[in-house]
T-cell receptor, first 112, second 116 residues
Framework: SQQGEEDPQALSIQEGENATMNCSYKTSINNLQWYRQNSGRGLVHLILIRSNEREKHSGRLRVTLDTSKKSSSLLITASRAADTASYFCATDPSSGYSTLTFGKGTMLLVSP | NAGVTQTPKFRVLKTGQSMTLLCAQDMNHEYMYWYRQDPGMGLRLIHYSVGEGTTAKGEVPDGYNVSRLKKQNFLLGLESAAPSQTSVYFC???????????????FGPGTRLLVL
């Protein structure tokens, strides 16, 4: 069953604006990851944040993690049309099960 | 470096037919995975492998079989296809080098399967 749930399901913004998407999960985790999927393509790993980290940056991406609320957010600053894609969070559960659990994704549309 | 490749890219099957999807990776990764992606459902794990000769069931294994005879290849088989198996199938691989194999997964481009 899905552990991560992204919110919103869809987001439409203009180029230059910031995009924020959220992920909530249910059980304890080792880490949480964000992936991007362009239409018709495979997923691409964006960033990983460990359970003992609260914030992480990578270029225009900023990820936060609140383990007490079991939630994470992905912020894309100064969005570009090329950022149009679906974004998925994936959790690595600390129960020992050796696979990731993916959410249903947020579809981001960035208009020029 | 091709990364993860999948064959075929697209296939149409009739109910009851069988087929095999091939996944190949050239990164010497120990772990390999098969997912299916359906609209509004995200990715669901079908089967995975932690090394050559070993496989394990994921969240939705029914109707599928897998084999990992060589480290670089992971095959997904449908013995008797059903319309419910219409989906996009993704293969992924990951390495033990980062400590936990699930820290970064590398995905193939997907196989679109339509079962009539």
């Amino acid at each position: 069953s899905q552990q991560g749930e992204e919110d919103p399901q869809a987001l439409s913004i203009q180029e230059g604006e910031n995009a924020t998407m959220n992920c909530s999960y249910k059980t304890s985790i080792n880490n949480l990851q964000w992936y991007r999927q362009n239409s018709g393509r495979g997923l691409v790993h964006l960033i990983l944040i460990r359970s003992n980290e609260r914030e992480k940056h990578s270029g225009r991406l900023r990820v936060t993690l609140d383990t007490s609320k079991k939630s994470s957010s992905l912020l894309i600053t100064a969005s570009r049309a090329a950022d149009t894609a679906s974004y998925f969070c994936a959790t690595d559960p600390s129960s020992g099960y050796s696979t990731l659990t993916f959410g249903k994704g947020t579809m981001l549309l960035v208009s020029p | 470096n091709a990364g993860v490749t999948q064959t075929p890219k697209f296939r149409v099957l009739k109910t009851g037919q069988s087929m095999t999807l091939l996944c190949a990776q050239d990164m010497n990764h120990e772990y390999m995975y098969w997912y299916r992606q359906d609209p509004g459902m995200g990715l669901r794990l079908i089967h995975y492998s932690v090394g050559e000769g070993t496989t394990a069931k994921g969240e939705v294994p029914d109707g599928y079989n897998v084999s990992r005879l060589k480290k670089q290849n992971f095959l997904l088989g449908l013995e008797s296809a059903a319309p419910s198996q219409t989906s996009v199938y993704f293969c992924a691989s990951s390495s033990l080098r980062t400590g936990r194999p699930q820290e970064t997964q590398y995905f193939g481009p997907g196989t679109r399967l339509l079962v009539l």
